[in-house]
């Protein structure tokens, strides 16, 4: 509304032209709301910190565990749904929740508030494995009908109950907030689109980058509770190369994403059984 209250009539002073100053002052108030933005963002962030006594952590989380058992517990049927369903096999179900169960009950991971849960989902076609905030465990059918032994299985939830311990998810959305808050900065500050866009690709590398650390501490989190449930870590690298034969060799450069390579997953993993068997 300023701008219009300050356009110039050719009985002031010529041309509109020599009339800047409302637009400079404009640009300055965009840009200081943009600092008071992203300040906010980042305070906000590294306020919000919590101790994780099982991997001895100090994590930037902005939601409670019962909340993320809430939201696990919201987005269950959903996830359900987008895989087909559960397999309706009663004994194939069995089996599944009592391998997950045995590697919660005797590991560190039942120190833990959460309430795992594991599920067979009937897909058999796409191959996955995830868990959601808060416990729930899913593998798919796909994936299950590829295992060997009964460790790869384990090994594959031992990977993702590191993921509910380590609070991943409760970490990723604090690190959306984040990136949300200096995205939305950098739009005030600029009000140009493709600077917004190059400001978002960088705050997803950002995040792709933490995604891949998060995969291997739950390798290393999977070695750990394996171990401790009395099965064979070296399964795990069994699934590694399940994995890498599934996606027939084409996979796009580990930077770019949000898993580790094979290669490196494998090594990381060699290394957490050396280090948890003379613990």
Same mark, same amino acid.
């Given at each position: 509304? /300023? ?7 050719? *009985? ?13 002052? %404009?640009? $300055? ?22 101790? %994780? ?47 997950? *169960? ?25 191959? %996955? ?20 032994? !009964?460790?790869? &299985?384990? #090994? ?29 900065? /950098? ?6 689109? %493709? ?8 705050? *997803? ?10 995969? &291997?501490?739950?390798?290393?989190? #999977? ?25 027939? #060799?084409? $996979? ?21 059984? !050396? ?5």
């Amino acid at each position: 509304m /300023a701008i219009f209250r300050n356009t110039p009539t050719t *009985n002031q002073q010529g041309t509109a032209g020599r009339y800047r100053m409302p637009q400079k002052k %404009n640009v $300055r108030g965009g840009i200081l709301v943009a600092i008071l933005l992203a300040t906010f963002a980042i305070c906000k962030y590294y306020s919000n910190s919590q101790f %994780n006594d099982i991997t001895g952590e100090t994590q930037h989380v902005s939601i409670s565990p019962d909340q993320e058992i809430a939201l696990g517990l919201h987005s269950l049927p959903s996830m359900i749904e987008q895989y087909g369903g559960l397999h309706p096999d009663p004994e194939a179900q069995k089996f599944v929740k009592s391998i997950g *169960n045995r590697i919660v009950q005797n590991s560190d991971a039942l120190q833990t508030p959460y309430q795992y849960d594991f599920h067979l989902l009937n897909d058999p076609n796409v191959i %996955n494995a995830f868990a959601l905030p808060g416990g729930q465990v899913f593998i798919t059918l796909a994936l299950f009908n590829k295992l060997e032994t !009964e460790d790869q &299985l384990a #090994g594959i939830f031992g990977h993702e109950v590191g993921h509910v311990v380590a609070r991943h998810g409760a970490e990723r959305i604090a690190k959306q907030e984040l990136t949300e808050g200096l995205t939305g900065a /950098a739009v005030v500050a600029s009000g140009d689109y %493709n600077t917004a866009q190059a400001a978002q690709m960088i705050a *997803n590398v950002v995040n792709m980058s933490y995604g891949r650390d998060q995969e &291997l501490q739950s390798d290393d989190l #999977g070695v750990r509770f394996m171990m401790q449930a009395g099965y064979d870590p070296e399964a795990l690298i069994g699934v590694m190369k399940i994995l890498e034969e599934a996606s027939g #060799g084409q $996979r796009q450069p580990e930077f770019m994403s949000t898993h580790p390579s094979p290669e490196n997953r494998v090594e990381r993993i060699r290394e957490a059984i !050396e280090k948890y068997s003379t613990q």
